[in-house]
């Protein structure tokens, strides 16, 4: 079965990726590989729509800021479209809207939002390939880099995610010890 909680299209000048239902760790995997891949390809503009999101978790938003740096380093930008009160201020609690624009009013999208959102679709090979490596420790270690992004980004977010994070890193270490005695 295809998941369809992320839909997207690439334009000419930017990836437009709309998340329809909660942002969470479920649907972070293919969030990283949609943006990664068109990363690779050379895009630097990404948009983000949460129109239909009403709340992002912290997995989520540990994948977007990762997301964010990356497009920074090519010389582009993450912009967030329609988040909803709540998402917005989960995202500004942590930091985030120092590495991405969050419902920019200068947007050059701005007033094309509908006509951007009637062309997106669900790609029935993003799961599978978002999910290729993800079996119990590709799913624990992707949750553990998202949540190393939010620690990096402030003495704040080290303190809420410190112990998350160590916590991960114990289950990872528990995990592979016994896959080494099978």
């Given at each position: 079965?295809?998941?369809?909680?992320?839909i997207y299209h690439q334009f000419?000048?930017?990836?437009?990726?709309?998340?329809?239902?909660?942002?969470?760790?479920?649907?972070?995997?293919?969030?990283?590989?949609?943006?990664?891949?068109?990363?690779?390809?050379?895009?630097?503009?990404?948009?983000?729509?949460?129109?239909?999101?009403?709340?992002?978790?912290?997995?989520?938003?540990?994948?977007?800021?990762?997301?964010?740096?990356?497009?920074?380093?090519?010389?582009?930008?993450?912009?967030?479209?329609?988040?909803?009160?709540?998402?917005?201020?989960?995202?500004?609690?942590?930091?985030?809207?120092?590495?991405?624009?969050?419902?920019?009013?200068?947007?050059?999208?701005?007033?094309?939002?509908?006509?951007?959102?009637?062309?997106?679709?669900?790609?029935?090979?993003?799961?599978?390939?978002?999910?290729?490596?993800?079996?119990?420790?590709?799913?624990?270690?992707?949750?553990?880099?998202?949540?190393?992004?939010?620690?990096?980004?402030?003495?704040?977010?080290?303190?809420?995610?410190?112990?998350?994070?160590?916590?991960?890193?114990?289950?990872?270490?528990?995990?592979?010890?016994?896959?080494?005695?099978?």
């Amino acid at each position: 079965m295809s998941d369809t909680s992320l839909i997207y299209h690439q334009f000419e000048d930017m990836l437009w990726v709309r998340c329809n239902g909660r942002g969470c760790f479920i649907n972070s995997p293919a969030l990283k590989w949609i943006c990664d891949d068109y990363i690779g390809t050379g895009g630097s503009r990404i948009v983000v729509d949460l129109e239909m999101c009403p709340g992002v978790d912290s997995t989520f938003m540990g994948t977007l800021a990762g997301v964010a740096k990356k497009c920074l380093a090519a010389g582009g930008k993450v912009e967030v479209a329609s988040p909803s009160v709540r998402a917005r201020a989960s995202m500004e609690s942590l930091g985030l809207d120092m590495l991405l624009e969050i419902d920019p009013q200068e947007a050059t999208w701005r007033g094309e939002e509908e006509k951007r959102r009637g062309v997106l679709q669900a790609d029935p090979k993003t799961p599978e390939a978002a999910d290729e490596t993800m079996d119990e420790n590709g799913r624990t270690r992707h949750v553990l880099e998202a949540h190393n992004t939010l620690r990096s980004m402030s003495r704040k977010n080290d303190a809420t995610f410190g112990y998350v994070c160590e916590t991960l890193e114990e289950d990872l270490m528990r995990h592979e010890q016994r896959q080494s005695k099978a």
